[in-house]
């Protein structure tokens, strides 16, 4: 299985179901580490994290961002633009 996103939690769902699985990165791991990528969680993944119980331990890393999230989430809401959902 890649090991991109998609992959990894592919990974840990097959993984909770007591199969064995390889993670496959075809780019170098110095390639991985540079580039800059952005990641966005949806809906349907936030679920996807819940059913395989790794939303609460998302959540926690979050917390260091929340800050930043606030003060974005703020910003736009000034300008009407997003309303801020509850976990």
């Given at each position: 299985i890649g090991a991109g996103p998609t992959g990894a939690?592919?990974?840990i769902a097959l993984a909770k179901k007591g199969i064995n699985v390889d993670l496959f990165a075809l780019k170098s791991e110095e390639y991985l580490l540079e580039r800059d990528r952005v990641y966005a969680i949806t809906h349907s993944s936030r679920l996807l994290f819940k059913k395989l119980n790794l939303w609460q331990d998302l959540i926690l890393l979050m917390n260091a961002f929340a800050s930043l999230i606030d003060y974005f989430v703020i910003k736009i809401n000034v300008n009407n633009r997003?309303?801020?959902?509850?976990q």
């Open positions: 939690l592919m990974s997003m309303k801020r959902y509850a």
